[in-house]
């Protein structure tokens, strides 16, 4: 079988899956008819372009697709705001008596950073939200009684203005509330690595800890998950663990804080993580358990909290 001829097949059976009545009731209750004959007509044509996605299953296409469509977030890639990712499932089968481990392509529910935004102004909370990286001129010191950063404000000529992105040295998220509260974490760029390396088995399986001397991420990636897309996987990571465990949640964020990287074995049924799950406990590990600190090991700079607040407009705003 051709990859064209297995391509078709695949948007064909997800062409199928949404015809369903179960599928098309669910989603006409979500949408109006036309945003909905849209979302459609955007999923089979993120299925045709993917050749990842067209090894998974039409349901589990389907399930992460209609996740989507819940919680109101396009699935558009042009928007950024949820994705359907391809993961490459290990799964054990029994096999003449005894587990026999095998790969199978899985399709998995992903909220972007754009995403994560949109959910938290709709909630109606947030006044200002945002994440941005912190270049090396940017940061003057640390302030050891409240272990907070202290930053300066980006030079008019400094790193950020000309895009040199080999300068970023750690991520900072921030939030301001209606009610004028501030809340914000500064991770540096080691603090995340150690981070990704921890908590998601498919990458960690490539890059083991410790971190070798001289490592650099590659900040100039434009794909998806930590190896191919390693700044916008920082920037979601950061922000979703602000939200996670400072900001106040709607009903909507804290069903997108369950079903962020899951996959879904049916189109309307429940879901499994298969990147971050601790096979020992049952938990997302992928958001880090709530009792337990961010791994420092092999870390040159700890995490730090701050209470400034920013600036939709201008990142300067971070800097007041």
């Known amino acids: 079988m051709t990859e064209q001829t297995a391509a078709l097949t695949t948007v064909q059976k997800v ?11 669910r989603l006409m209750a979500l949408m109006p008819e036309r945003k909905a004959a849209r979302f459609k007509s955007t999923l ?7 050749r990842d996605l067209q090894k998974c299953s039409a349901p589990s296409i389907v399930g992460a697709a209609v996740q989507a469509a819940q919680l109101g977030l396009d699935i558009s890639p042009s928007f950024g705001f949820a994705a359907i990712v391809p993961y490459n499932n290990t799964v054990k089968k029994v096999v003449d008596g005894r587990y026999v481990e095998t790969k199978v392509m899985t399709a998995t529910f992903q909220v972007m950073v754009n995403g994560w935004t ?6 109606g909370q947030y006044a200002k939200i945002n994440v941005t990286p912190i270049y090396a001129d ?26 040199q992105k080999d300068m970023i040295i750690g991520y900072l998220a921030a939030y301001r509330l209606k009610s004028g509260a501030e ?26 800890l410790p971190i070798p001397d001289g490592w650099k991420p590659d900040l100039f990636s ?53 990147d971050g799950i601790d096979n020992e406990t049952g938990r997302d590990t992928l958001s880090a358990p709530e009792d337990e600190d961010m791994p420092s090991a092999e ?3 700890e995490g730090h909290e701050t209470s400034i607040g920013d600036d939709e407009a201008s990142v300067k705003a971070l800097f007041r």
């Open 44 to 50: 089979l044509q993120i299925v045709a372009n993917n």
């Open 183 to 208: 809340k914000s974490i500064y991770w540096s760029i080691r603090d995340i690595e150690v981070f990704a390396r921890t908590y998601s088995k498919s990458y960690k399986r490539k890059h083991p």
């Open 299 to 301: 870390v040159e700079d």
């Open 118 to 123: 949109q959910l938290a102004i709709r909630s």
């Open 138 to 163: 940017e940061l003057e010191g640390m302030d050891i009684l409240f272990s907070e950063p202290i930053l300066k404000t980006p030079p008019e000529n400094g790193y950020r203005a000309r895009g």
């Open 15 to 25: 062409d199928r899956e949404l015809s369903k009545e179960s599928v098309s009731s």
């Open 222 to 274: 434009t794909g998806i998950g930590w190896e191919a897309g390693w700044d916008a996987m920082a920037r979601k990571t950061l922000l979703k663990q602000l939200l996670r465990k400072w900001g106040p949640l709607s009903t909507e964020m804290e069903d997108a804080l369950e079903s962020d990287q899951a996959s879904f074995d049916d189109s309307l049924g429940g879901f499994a993580y298969v």
